[in-house]
């Protein structure tokens, strides 16, 4: 069994980030300018956003974190959206997800424009994603694809067992390795709360691609033998022997799982730390004015 090493990773492609930075601000070119609207005090969120602001600074980036309180209204934070869409300087922003109750989401993500939706969320972005054109893919999935690569993992022909239909993770995930590409050429089977016997389903699969939000959902007697494990999972749990008083859980029984894998991924240390890096990788294709014009 061999441990994915997503941070490892991480840190490495963000240096390769970093280098072409340094050479575009060389050649009198613009830093690229990342973007992150935050509403609320949502733990996970504020985490995650103090994480992309940080992976800004090692790669280079200028970054604006714009906060609001909860009760903001939708119409203010729509305002703030189209003014982000018309600031030159900004290349990329993001609105980070979820959002209170009475905001629509999609309504939100529709006004983001699709050349500056480094999320890859805006659905011109997930359209062009599913026929193959260049586009901003969304963070998770980009990080594992790129997780397949960097370890050499055959994806062609293989069956990939997708659990989890979410916009952000499942679909997009499902898209990227059935897609004519290395990595890529997976017959892929996505799995959901209604899918009859998953137990089944995950012991054909090569590859297990688990986001469901369940902690240790996937167990050993769901694994084949030699296959490859992707934990998409990070619930909160609570934890006393930490000092935040929560620990982060994947969606795979790790300890029994990882006997039986080619290669797994930790939880954390796997795909979370990709996911941060693809958003970079995003931003840097933003800036370069690399996929829209
Ligand atoms: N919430 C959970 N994951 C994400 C993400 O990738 N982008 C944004 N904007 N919000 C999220």
Redesign the pocket.
């Known amino acids: 069994m061999q441990l994915i090493d997503g941070k490892a990773v991480a840190e490495q492609v963000k240096q390769e980030i970093a280098a072409q930075v340094a050479a575009m601000v060389e050649r009198g070119e613009k830093r690229p300018h990342l973007a992150a609207i935050l509403v609320g005090h949502d733990g996970g969120?504020e985490t995650?956003v103090a994480a992309k602001v940080k992976a800004c600074e090692v790669c280079g980036f200028k970054s604006t974190l714009i906060r609001y309180e909860s009760d903001i209204t939708e119409e203010t934070l729509l305002a703030k959206v189209a003014e982000l869409n018309n600031d030159p300087d900004v290349d990329g922003f993001?609105?980070?997800?979820?959002l209170p109750k009475h905001i629509n989401e999609q309504h939100v993500i529709e006004a983001i424009d699709y050349r500056k939706d480094v999320?890859g969320f805006h659905p011109i972005n997930v359209g062009r994603m599913s026929i193959g054109l260049p586009c901003f893919i969304s963070?998770?999935p980009n990080g594992i694809m790129e997780l397949l690569k960097r370890y050499n993992i055959e994806t062609r022909g293989k069956k990939a067992v997708v659990l989890g239909r979410s916009n952000?993770v499942g679909k997009p995930m499902a898209s990227l390795l059935m897609q004519k590409a290395n990595p890529g050429d997976c017959t892929v089977t996505i799995c959901h709360s209604h899918t009859a016997n998953i137990k089944e389903e995950c012991l054909q699969a090569d590859i297990i691609v688990a986001a469901l939000g369940q902690p240790g959902f996937v167990k050993a007697d769901m694994v084949k033998e030699g296959a490859v494990i992707i934990d998409v999972g990070t619930t909160r749990v609570p934890d006393a022997t930490k000092k935040s008083g929560f620990r982060l859980s994947g969606d795979v029984q790790f300890d029994e799982v990882a006997p039986k894998c080619s290669f797994i991924t930790p939880v954390p240390g796997g795909v979370g730390p990709m996911?941060i890096c693809s958003?970079m990788k995003n931003t840097l294709l933003a800036g370069q004015k690399a996929i829209y014009k």
């Open positions: 969120s995650y993001i609105v980070q997800l979820p999320d963070a998770t952000i996911t958003l």
